[in-house]
């Protein structure tokens, strides 16, 4: 069952292995998120949000790493491939936060309102958890070729709809832009691939001509042209190899890394907006849910 590697997963990341430094992001997480309480009526589930952000989303600085992946590289000799696979799939977890679209006996349909891509998941309680205009944080892992939902949430009051909206947009600028400029640079690529490609091909048909020639006249030409080609081939090669490098480093600290530390920046303090209008119902919703 997923609930039970999910579990077992928390559980080793908060043994004495891998817990080294969860104090010290306690606080730093409490202080975004607010400081929970026993008697907070969402205590667990803010607990439970604590302990995944902890496994799934605190980057080790040392290391570049989180915790489940560093689980996952320590254990990868060790464990057996089919639990290798379920716990490389959960590092692939969907964090966000969601409105729901449909609702129906045994799946739920929801929109992650960071990037507006719809899932559909596997939630046998759907109708019992979840209402229509429901909006929450939340986190999707895929299991058996279908997401669900972890279990934990923090669900935000529907007057406060636009206003969470309106701070999703903001947090996005900044990955609009970045999405722009990783577009810039794999059009370089492409253009580099086709440099590259054609230069291949000249160096293919100059082959074949060698082949058919004869005269040492022409093998000396051919074989000129051919070296002219190799050197302009190896240093598309060089650039391709480059830009490559250069996206995929674009990619993991401005796309993975920084959009998904935008997003969780955002959801802990919603969520310690949360904690105050479930502390101070007596306040005015708009003077918790603001800037």
């Not at 081939?233 to 530390?261: Q, T, Y």
Request: with cysteine; glycine share 4%; proline share 1%.
């Amino acid at each position: 069952m997923m609930k039970d590697k999910l579990e077992r997963l928390i559980v080793m990341g908060t043994s004495d292995q891998y817990s080294n430094g969860i104090y010290e992001a306690r606080k730093d997480y409490q202080k975004i998120a607010g400081e929970i309480y026993e008697d907070d009526k969402s205590y667990e589930s803010q607990m439970a949000l604590f302990l995944e952000w902890y496994v799934f989303d605190r980057v080790d600085i040392d290391t570049d790493r989180t915790i489940i992946e560093t689980i996952i590289n320590e254990s990868r000799d060790s464990w057996p491939l089919h639990l290798l696979q379920i716990y490389e799939g959960f590092a692939t977890n969907i964090y966000g936060l969601f409105g729901i679209k449909k609702i129906r006996s045994d799946s739920i349909t929801v929109i992650n309102l960071f990037d507006n891509k719809k899932y559909e998941v596997v939630e046998p309680d759907g109708k019992l958890l979840f209402s229509k205009y429901d909006l929450f944080e939340g986190r999707l892992v895929p299991y058996e070729n279908s997401y669900h939902f972890t279990g934990s949430f923090c669900f935000h009051p529907e007057k406060a709809g636009k206003f969470i909206k309106q701070q999703i947009e903001e947090v996005s600028v900044n990955q609009l832009a970045y999405k722009k400029d990783l577009k810039k640079m794999k059009s370089q690529l492409d253009d580099e691939i086709i440099s590259l490609n054609k230069t291949e091909i000249k160096i293919d048909k100059l082959k074949s001509k060698l082949e058919k020639s004869n005269s040492e006249n022409k093998i000396s030409k051919i074989k000129m042209e051919m070296a002219g080609f190799e050197a302009k081939k190896s240093d598309f090669e060089a650039k391709v190899s480059h830009m490559e490098k250069l996206i995929n480093s674009f990619v993991h600290e401005k796309i993975i890394r920084e959009g998904r530390a935008a997003h969780t920046l955002l959801a802990q303090k919603l969520s310690y907006m949360h904690l105050i209008w479930e502390r101070s119902r007596q306040i005015d919703l708009n003077d918790i849910y603001r800037n």
